[in-house]
């Protein structure tokens, strides 16, 4: 039996982000996991509650968006992870000791006085967000699957209408949605940077 086109064409783009010293994704729908891999090895999973793609459209004039082909190597433009991690500069700059010398002490700083300043928040990512893909779609990652029923796509159509009425209205593209427990969204937060490949194996 000859292998699987689809299958053969994913271990081909796989092979070549692994060549890269970098963190990328794998999303394998049929097996509703998030994979965080580096050189082909993994490194976390993410199991997944759901997948769906989810697009906005009007109420009278509804159909499916063009789903981009699968398998395919994704590449996020812009997302929530940009802000995540900042860099600090050290308070003190010292050359390193010449060989046969002896490191010193650097003097201990003073004590400070006053009133105690207040200590940093640490920022706590949310466990719903978007981030932008290169071919123009989003990815969604959120808690639960937006309601995908007659009704729940009727009352979202006019809630919408509403909203466009008012001047409230905001067009968003067709957005791939990853359900996941709030602590795997929270997580995964920073790899959702600009740049990230994310390898869809398989159809959606």
């Known amino acids: 039996m000859p292998p699987d086109a689809s299958r053969v064409a994913a271990l081909e783009l796989e092979a070549r982000l692994a060549k890269k010293p970098f963190v990328y994704?794998?999303?394998?729908?049929?097996?509703?996991?998030?994979?965080?891999k580096a050189r082909g090895a993994v490194l976390d999973t993410v199991q997944l509650k759901g997948i769906e793609v989810i697009s906005q459209q009007p109420l009278l004039t509804r159909?499916?968006?063009n789903r981009p082909p699968i398998p395919a190597v994704w590449t996020l433009s812009v997302g929530p992870g940009d802000t995540d991690r900042e860099v600090i500069a050290p308070t003190e700059l010292r050359p390193a000791p010449k060989e046969g010398e002896e490191e010193v002490?650097?003097?201990?700083?003073?004590?400070?006085?006053?009133p105690m300043p207040t200590p940093t928040q640490v920022h706590v990512p949310p466990p719903s967000y978007r981030s932008r893909l290169a071919n123009g779609w989003d990815l969604w990652i959120?808690?639960?699957l937006p309601p995908q029923s007659a009704l729940g796509t009727f009352t979202a159509a006019?809630?919408?209408?509403?909203?466009?009425?008012?001047g409230l209205g905001e067009d968003h593209p067709p957005a791939v949605t990853l359900a996941?427990?709030?602590?795997?969204?929270r997580r995964v937060h920073h790899l959702m940077r600009t740049g990230t490949a994310i390898?869809?194996?398989?159809?959606?």
């Open 158 to 166: 006019v809630r919408d209408g509403w909203q466009r009425l008012r």
């Open 142 to 144: 959120t808690d639960r």
């Open 63 to 65: 159909r499916a968006p």
């Open 180 to 185: 996941m427990a709030d602590e795997d969204a």
């Open 199 to 204: 390898l869809v194996a398989s159809e959606l």
């Open 105 to 114: 002490e650097p003097t201990p700083a003073a004590a400070p006085s006053g």
């Open 25 to 36: 994704l794998v999303l394998d729908p049929q097996r509703r996991v998030l994979e965080v």
